[in-house]
């Protein structure tokens, strides 16, 4: 059972999908988002979508840095947690603009004080004006704070993202084919919207990098931080401390803040992408849970998948994986380890859109092709990154 597994986490999420197999897929099963017909208008030219998620256990991460560092700013980067993983999935289904967004704060009173809730909430309008200069307007209509110090340890940040769009303009996955390349944008670096080096972790696979990057020291200081049925030999077993000083090409960061990197979104850049280039966009994958296997669950027919071209893998990812010990299936399969979108197009349009995203700072690069099935069924090859092939579905 790999570390993720006997901390009680799924990369793959089996039971959740279990649980909801019987419900209704939406118009387009293999969008990367679920989208129904204009109930709210009944216009048959338009549909309905609405996603909810959140900042995960990235809110425990910054739980620890403010409490070892009294640097409140870090909860603003929940903020933008809490909104990019809504934002960026649906960005893969076309939508860009005209959002509605609602928060949920559930809190243990007892730790998570007004001053955190403060931040939180300004930091989610501070991003929203942010993305408004680029042209993605998303309309902040409040939410739901709760005090539930008996169900939370310290506080989760969560959202639902709502739209209405044009039918016309959505992208369903099912226009990827044989010949397509894979265009992906990578996770870490500094776009022109960001104010600091993003690591590129984004908010899947908190759960292990907080536990196999700090040590122990966590555990006896801060035990509302962690489940305490779980093992102790699974519990903060890394040998860093939020405040040790990482040098990323001569830029000193915290092991904290590297972790802590706020989501990056792409909405600027996917913004563009569309405006300019929607009818050659065949399929489009946020790597969250899943990290480089995600594309396997939105293929419209069987394809042989293969990534033989990835990003270098940024250096948080190897800290990660130094400190656990983890190998490379589990790496990809739980981490975006360098690229956290990925755009299914023809090869003649790739040039177009790695040019888009190097105007916003963005390294981009063909990462892989879509090739023929073999034996009739799907099937993913990870080549690259640490130099070999690793994973093989």
Same mark, same amino acid.
């Given at each position: 059972?790999?570390?993720?597994?006997?901390?009680?986490?799924?990369?793959?999420?089996?039971?959740?999908?279990?649980?909801?197999?019987?419900?209704?897929?939406?118009?387009?099963?293999?969008?990367?988002?679920?989208?129904?017909?204009?109930?709210?208008?009944?216009?048959?030219?338009?549909?309905?979508?609405?996603?909810?998620?959140?900042?995960?256990?990235?809110?425990?991460?910054?739980?620890?840095?403010?409490?070892?560092?009294?640097?409140?700013?870090?909860?603003?980067?929940?903020?933008?947690?809490?909104?990019?993983?809504?934002?960026?999935?649906?960005?893969?289904?076309?939508?860009?603009?005209?959002?509605?967004?609602?928060?949920?704060?559930?809190?243990?009173?007892?730790?998570?004080?007004?001053?955190?809730?403060?931040?939180?909430?300004?930091?989610?309008?501070?991003?929203?004006?942010?993305?408004?200069?680029?042209?993605?307007?998303?309309?902040?209509?409040?939410?739901?704070?709760?005090?539930?110090?008996?169900?939370?340890?310290?506080?989760?940040?969560?959202?639902?993202?709502?739209?209405?769009?044009?039918?016309? =303009?959505?992208?369903?996955?099912?226009?990827?084919?044989?010949?397509?390349?894979?265009?992906?944008?990578?996770?870490?670096? =500094?776009?022109?919207?960001?104010?600091?080096?993003?690591?590129?972790?984004?908010?899947?696979?908190?759960?292990?990098?907080?536990?196999?990057?700090?040590?122990?020291?966590?555990?006896?200081?801060?035990?509302?931080?962690?489940?305490?049925?779980?093992?102790?030999?699974?519990?903060?077993?890394?040998?860093?401390?939020?405040?040790?000083?990482?040098?990323?090409?001569?830029?000193?960061?915290?092991?904290?803040?590297?972790?802590?990197?706020?989501?990056?979104?792409?909405?600027?850049?996917?913004?563009?992408?569309?405006?300019?280039?929607?009818?050659?966009?065949?399929?489009?994958?946020?790597?969250?849970?899943?990290?480089?296997?995600?594309?396997?669950?939105?293929?419209?027919?069987?394809?042989?998948?293969?990534?033989?071209?990835?990003?270098?893998?940024?250096?948080?990812?190897?800290?990660?994986?130094?400190?656990?010990?983890?190998?490379?299936?589990?790496?990809?399969?739980?981490?975006?380890?360098?690229?956290?979108?990925?755009?299914?197009?023809?090869?003649?349009?790739?040039?177009?859109?790695?040019?888009?995203?190097?105007?916003?700072?963005?390294?981009?690069?063909?990462?892989?092709?879509?090739?023929?099935?073999?034996?009739? =069924?799907?099937?993913?090859?990870?080549?690259?990154?640490?130099?070999?092939?690793?994973?093989?579905?």
């Amino acid at each position: 059972m790999s570390l993720y597994a006997q901390r009680g986490v799924s990369a793959q999420k089996e039971e959740v999908h279990q649980a909801i197999q019987k419900l209704d897929q939406g118009l387009y099963p293999h969008a990367f988002c679920k989208i129904y017909p204009d109930f709210l208008c009944n216009n048959p030219e338009w549909v309905n979508i609405m996603h909810a998620d959140g900042a995960g256990t990235k809110s425990i991460l910054a739980y620890l840095y403010w409490k070892e560092t009294g640097d409140i700013s870090v909860w603003k980067g929940i903020a933008q947690d809490a909104v990019a993983m809504n934002l960026d999935d649906l960005l893969c289904v076309g939508v860009t603009d005209q959002l509605l967004f609602s928060s949920t704060i559930d809190r243990n009173k007892m730790l998570i004080n007004g001053d955190v809730l403060e931040a939180i909430i300004n930091g989610t309008q501070e991003f929203f004006n942010t993305l408004k200069e680029y042209g993605v307007n998303i309309h902040y209509l409040g939410g739901e704070t709760a005090d539930v110090g008996d169900v939370v340890r310290t506080v989760a940040v969560n959202g639902t993202m709502t739209s209405r769009w044009p039918k016309n =303009k959505l992208i369903t996955n099912d226009k990827i084919q044989e010949g397509d390349v894979i265009v992906g944008f990578a996770s870490a670096g =500094k776009a022109h919207y960001e104010t600091e080096y993003n690591s590129g972790l984004g908010s899947n696979g908190l759960t292990s990098a907080r536990h196999d990057v700090l040590e122990k020291m966590y555990a006896r200081q801060y035990p509302e931080t962690f489940e305490p049925k779980l093992q102790d030999k699974v519990v903060y077993i890394g040998k860093n401390k939020m405040t040790d000083i990482v040098n990323i090409k001569g830029v000193k960061i915290p092991v904290g803040k590297l972790l802590l990197s706020p989501t990056r979104t792409y909405a600027p850049l996917m913004k563009k992408i569309l405006d300019l280039h929607f009818d050659d966009i065949h399929g489009a994958i946020h790597c969250s849970g899943g990290g480089q296997t995600k594309c396997m669950k939105y293929l419209p027919q069987p394809f042989h998948i293969l990534k033989d071209n990835l990003f270098e893998v940024p250096p948080i990812f190897k800290i990660i994986q130094e400190n656990s010990g983890a190998d490379y299936k589990e790496m990809y399969q739980v981490f975006n380890m360098g690229h956290r979108l990925e755009i299914f197009t023809k090869e003649t349009t790739a040039a177009a859109l790695i040019q888009l995203a190097n105007e916003l700072g963005i390294d981009a690069q063909v990462v892989g092709r879509v090739e023929a099935a073999q034996n009739g =069924k799907s099937s993913l090859t990870l080549k690259g990154g640490f130099g070999e092939v690793f994973y093989q579905y």
